[in-house]
T-cell receptor, first 115, second 116 residues
């Protein structure tokens, strides 16, 4: 079945460092891809999304490009801040076109940014 | 504009009791999803509902778990005869009724269920 694999954490960086969190997926159709962020004690917030190959999603300095040839959707940010400390989840929607499907999540990557 | 509201935020039950988790979707949203997050794990899909209909329950355990989304009122996830393994965070998400594909789901803050 469809699945998402993301790099294991925790990831610890200093402020202003470059961030990459790897995410690869397996899907039979043409899924949409998402990054969600979860701050401590809270629910998930959509960070960015891409719905087709070569789309780039971006938000708050984060970006990720939908790479069909490598089945990847790596999250990047050029300069992280302490406030970016959270758990990041890569996800795909297992329905292409048409109706909303349920989300399939990776296990999450915990990011800690030190001042 | 209120987001997805879940209550209670924390719920403690003893083994064998029933747990009821409530979810009110965002205004204008008619699709509700329930997910379970075990410690150190990602979220796992449980069930997808529209008003008065269960659309996909492929992620629901076959026994003790049920979900509903009545015409009026919140969606309810019900767990009967809880066991320690039910301890987890349960998240509800909602999305609008919309023909455009893959509208993002908006998540509530979750209910953290602890079984003693």
């Amino acid at each position: 079945g469809d699945s998402v694999t993301q790099m294991e954490g925790p990831v610890t960086l200093s402020e202003e460092a470059f961030l990459t969190i790897n995410c690869t997926y397996t899907a039979t159709g043409y899924p949409s891809l998402f990054w969600y962020v979860q701050y401590p004690g809270e629910g998930l917030q959509l960070l960015l999304k891409a719905t087709k190959a070569d789309d780039k999603g971006s938000n708050k300095g984060f970006e990720a490009t939908y790479r069909k040839e490598t089945t990847s959707f790596h999250l990047e940010k050029g300069s992280v801040q302490v406030s970016d400390s959270a758990v990041y989840f890569c996800a795909l929607s297992d329905k292409d076109g048409g109706s909303q499907g349920n989300l399939i999540f990776g296990k999450g990557t915990k990011l800690s940014v030190k001042p | 504009n209120a987001g997805v509201m879940q209550n209670p935020r924390h719920l403690v039950r003893r083994r064998g009791q029933e747990a009821r988790l409530r979810c009110s979707p965002m205004k204008g949203h008619s699709h509700v999803y329930w997910y379970r997050q075990l410690p150190e794990e990602g979220l796992k899909f449980m069930v997808y509902l529209q008003k008065e209909n269960i659309i996909d329950e492929s992620g629901m355990p076959k026994e003790r778990f049920s979900a509903e989304f009545p015409k009026e009122g919140p969606s309810i996830l019900r767990i009967q005869q809880v066991v320690r393994g039910d301890s987890a965070a349960y998240f509800c998400a909602s999305s609008p009724h919309d023909r455009v594909a893959n509208q993002p789901q908006h998540f509530g803050d979750g209910t953290r269920l602890s079984i003693l």
